[in-house]
């Protein structure tokens, strides 16, 4: 039998195009569920929890609930924070408090360390919750899953932009280096890949974190690709680093995980064109957040596979099932076809899934076909309308839960 009270559900990390769709799908499922009283959005991820800063879902317009499933970023707020134990006991203060007896944690590898974490301390307490895991990162280095929702959209955006921005260096006839994000992966580099139509096409070099070569053998293929094509347009990992040396980072500092702030590999690689003789004048771009959070660019499955696993979240809690992650599982490329599953959080928590070497081509500067049978369905059709050519969406009202516990004095 189902627990009886309330749930809860927190984002995290960088937000995505399709994250609020996963939201929305959890929040549609627990309408559905009787034991499930009230659905309650920590603000800011688990900084609301901890805050007891807390907004009731159910209380929100259903029409502009149902809205967000096409809207990027996170509606609800989002933080990334790495629970130490006082922290952790003070979420189960507040799920205690406010009988919150379901918790859905919807993030990345880091997000899912903290969800385990949680559901560790849930399963060794006096109070009865069943914790799950939603994926989502643009980055796809989530292992079990297949992908990651928000990565196809992210795709999609990436490997619009580079054909873009190529058409304006085939223009000028003028290398063009493009910064992509991704962290230690290189899925979304990769991903660039997927818009292209024939060998003109840009990228016409992509470099990997999983596959590096060395700074000889990436002069001699920018060098060789600029003069058989007139033109150069590369794109490059933000975890990339040739053979032998480091990554480039945009400081020394690092997040509350403990990872590097990379950065900046896109403008050293154009540097080196010019520095080499290669061209006289070469330009950087990095993508950005749009990356995250270009809606025009929503994938149709991944805002599909986002609202459901989102539904599905609830309903395996509801049917009492904790400690979990929820998982989408190819069955085939072509008829595209996938089934909703579940992994063990440890199995994923603070773990990386790396692009196969295997799918790099020989070279180690571009993909080969099973990637691209891996990639052309996540980023094919697309998976939002605006009515008059731009987009609006509405905000949520957000109707607060009062606080019933002392204010919240940060763990140093």
């Known amino acids: ?67 967000l499933k096409y809207c990027p970023s996170a509606a609800i707020g989002t933080s990334r924070l790495k629970p130490k134990d006082p922290e952790r006991a003070r979420a189960m203060e507040v799920f205690r408090r406010h009988n919150i007896r379901y918790f859905f944690y919807n993030g990345g590898n880091d997000t899912q360390l903290a969800c385990h974490l949680i559901s560790e301390l849930a399963q060794t307490s006096d109070w009865e919750m069943q914790v799950v895991g939603i994926p989502k990162t643009i980055d796809n280095d989530l292992e079990v899953t297949d992908h990651c929702p928000g990565f196809p959209s992210a795709a999609r955006y990436a490997a619009a932009a580079v054909q873009f921005a190529g058409r304006d260096s085939e223009a000028f006839g003028t290398p063009h280096v493009i910064e992509i994000m991704g962290r230690n992966v290189g899925w979304l580099t990769a991903a660039a890949w997927a818009g292209k139509r024939d060998e003109v096409d840009p990228p016409h070099l992509v470099y990997l974190p999983e596959r590096p070569v060395t ?11 600029y003069k058989r094509y007139g033109f150069l347009v590369v794109a490059v990992s933000e975890g990339f680093a040739f053979e032998g040396e480091e990554q480039t980072t945009t400081s020394d500092k690092v997040d509350t995980f403990g990872h590097a702030r990379l950065g900046g590999v896109g403008s050293a690689l154009s540097d080196l064109l010019e520095a080499e003789g290669i061209c006289s004048r070469s330009r950087s771009d990095k993508l950005g957040n749009l990356q995250r959070c270009f809606g025009w660019a929503t994938s149709k499955i991944d805002i599909e596979e986002a609202y459901e696993v989102g539904r599905r979240a609830v309903l395996k809690a509801a049917n009492g099932e904790t400690d979990i992650m929820v998982t989408i599982d190819r069955l085939s490329d072509d008829p595209y076809k996938t089934a909703i599953g579940d992994t063990a959080l440890m199995s994923v928590a603070d773990k990386e899934k790396r692009v196969p070497v295997e799918w790099v081509n020989a070279a180690g500067n571009g993909l080969t076909e099973d990637f691209m049978r891996y990639i052309r369905p996540l980023v094919s059709g697309s998976g939002v309308e605006f009515g008059d050519g731009l987009p609006h969406w509405p905000r949520l009202t957000k109707h607060m839960v009062e606080k019933q516990l002392e204010p919240y004095t940060p763990a140093k």
């Open 215 to 225: 700074r000889a053998q990436f002069l001699e293929d920018a060098r060789e690709a």
């Open 1 to 67: 039998m189902a627990l009886s009270g309330n749930a809860c559900i927190a984002q995290s990390g960088g937000p995505t195009i399709v994250i609020n769709a996963s939201m929305v799908g959890a929040v549609d499922a627990a309408r559905d569920v009787s034991e499930i009283q009230s659905f309650y959005g920590g603000l800011n991820g688990l900084k609301g929890l901890l805050n007891e800063e807390l907004t009731n879902l159910f209380r929100e317009d259903p029409e502009v609930v149902s809205a």
